[in-house]
């Protein structure tokens, strides 16, 4: 008969100050917050080491040939950070900043942002150290086949899944899936989710992290005693995460009075006009030039006096330096990390209500779980039966991290890491140790 797996107590520690000197790396930011969890679950010491580290990481060398006739060689990475709970899931990001230490966090955040919304899977993340608007179709086409093909052996319906996040798209799902098939001799479209609906995508995936967004800030508001209606939003990050939850929180009465992007963004206390920004940024890339309101900077979105603030850009945005400054009384955290563990404490003592991202920005993996459901079972969904499941997933989501929150008196951060680690830590327990 097997035995309880649990090892003698060690101390887990607190976060110390000095944590905090690092405030801009991601894994770090991530580790601080699992360890606080750690702590208040008082979590199983054997189990607390093995969720420190990730289960695999790969790194690879893609060349690709250019269209002027060079060879340049990429560098990717695929990072799988727990699959006790299912086939690893997580999207592929293109971008100059990824690095294996954000590609492990964001990898980490995976794995809890599965539990909290208690899905059937595991964490994993994926990036290329590149820059796709100088790339062609061609270039973009070839180095996603190549590093798709270099990381192969990881992939797999059953073993770890990509999506789309920060520079990728249904195109490039498209890619990833077709490779994998020519491969694997058969089409697997199971492997990848956030395709394009011709080749097995799910109605209604793209919207998803902004309707999931749109659907938690509705019930952060319901919670504070707030209407949506005429509530003020401040949106950071206007690509389909922040486009789409702009657009569906001004569908429910709420006034968006600031958006930016990379480009920087537009300020308008009597409301911007959503759909015709989108139509904007579809005509020309970003939101530069964009004339619905007075110029700002992404920085001065962020201290904004609105009733919610939506960062759906990059990690790292809100920091000890600027969190003094906020004077938003929600923040929705679209983007995955925005917040670092340093401004957490400054967020708490100003009275912020925080969804955090493992919660907020769940919505996009729910629907990549309803389509990988969808592939296995080679049967669709209306795109109202795909709204009406995700609506109840995050609802009852938000409902039992709040709940946790009051539980413990912790904040929802600190609560939905709980939720998370303590069901990971479960089936480590069940599943025990193989030797
Ligand atoms: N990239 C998205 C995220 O960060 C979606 C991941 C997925 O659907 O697998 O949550």
Redesign the pocket.
Known sequence: MATELRLPTTNIVLPDKDRFLDEHNPFEAMMSRFDRAAELLDLDPGIYKILRNPEKQLTVSIPVHMDNGDVEVFTGYRVQYNTSRGPA?????FDMQVNLEEVKA?AA??TW?CAVVNLP?GG??GGVICDPSNLSVGELERLTRRYTSNIISLLGPDTD??????NTNERVMAWVMDTYSMHMRHTASAVV??KPLELGGSAG?KEA?GRGCMIVTREALKELGMPVRGTTVAVQGFGNVGSTAAMLLEREGARITAISDRTGGVHNPQGIDVTAAIEYVRRNRDLDGFAGGDPITNDELLTLSVDVLLPAAMENVITSRNAPKLQAKIICEGA?GPTTAAADAILDEKGIFVVPDILA??G??????FEWVQNRGGYYWTEETVNTRLEEIMTRSFTDVRALARQHKVNMRTAAYMLAISRVSTVHKLRGIYA
């Open positions: 899931k997580g999207g592929i990001r964001l955040w995976m942002k899977f994993a993340k899944v990509p999506a789309p996040d920060v989710t956030g995936r992290t995955n920005n769940a996009g993996v729910t629907v990549s779980y």
